[in-house]
């Protein structure tokens, strides 16, 4: 569904995806990991068009990205920060994605699952935080799209909003849609991942699954796998 080769990025001269190469085909929970910079919001906003790579090729269902904008269609983005006019209503903005989208949406559902019903009429400039993440999400799970991109969307959720939206992604996985997204959780990862993707200053240091990256790494948690790895790849200075 989503293959990338040869992906690379720069911002003037510097280096931020380096010959990127990722395959993702079968329905399931997918975490691209690294530390701050690593590149992970570079690669989601790559696949979504939103960067624009100097070199490699992104196909999503088959079709080139930078062919057409029309494969957008089958993919739903929560943007790591996402910026809307403070004056908005939360009820305008979802009504403003609707219509930019033009798709088929059950916002009520949503606002039931997130407990949005009491904020509707909030401007957005007026939320609080994590409440305004909880409209992102909604904006993020508002379409029944096959591939649902989530950039940090566990920021600044409470554990209550993290249950739900742990259910939330639980069910999609169920429907047979691809999740991919990136955390600093890593309890996250360790309940919720059928694949973690490692980046480590731009490149793709591991490929595997949970169980994988302990073995490599002789380690009991996925925390102290990934220092292991970004240590042993820092130290070694290949990057
Ligand atoms: N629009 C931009 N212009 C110039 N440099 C950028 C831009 N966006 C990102 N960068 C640089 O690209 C590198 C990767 O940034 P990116 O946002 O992809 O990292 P990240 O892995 O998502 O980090 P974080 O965990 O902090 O979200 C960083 O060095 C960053 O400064
Ligand atoms: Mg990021």
Known sequence: MINIQGLNKHYNKNHVLKDINLNISDP???????PNGSGKTTLLKSIIGLVIPEKGDI?????????TPLYRNEISYLPQVARFPDNLRVVEVIKLIKDIRNQEADEFQLIDLFG??????????NLSGGTRQKVNMLLGFLFDTPVIILDEPTNSLDPVSLTKFKKMIFEKKQQGKIIIY??????FVEEFSDKIFLL????????????GILKETLESSLENAIVHLVDRNGNDKIY
């Open 28 to 34: 399931g929970i997918y975490a691209i990991l690294g």
């Open 59 to 67: 196909r999503v269902n088959g079709i080139n990205v930078q062919d």
């Open 116 to 125: 949005l019903e009491a904020e509707m009429k909030k401007k957005l400039g």
């Open 182 to 187: 990136t955390t600093h959780i890593m309890s």
């Open 200 to 211: 480590l200053d731009g490149r793709i240091i591991f490929t595997g699954d949970l169980q």
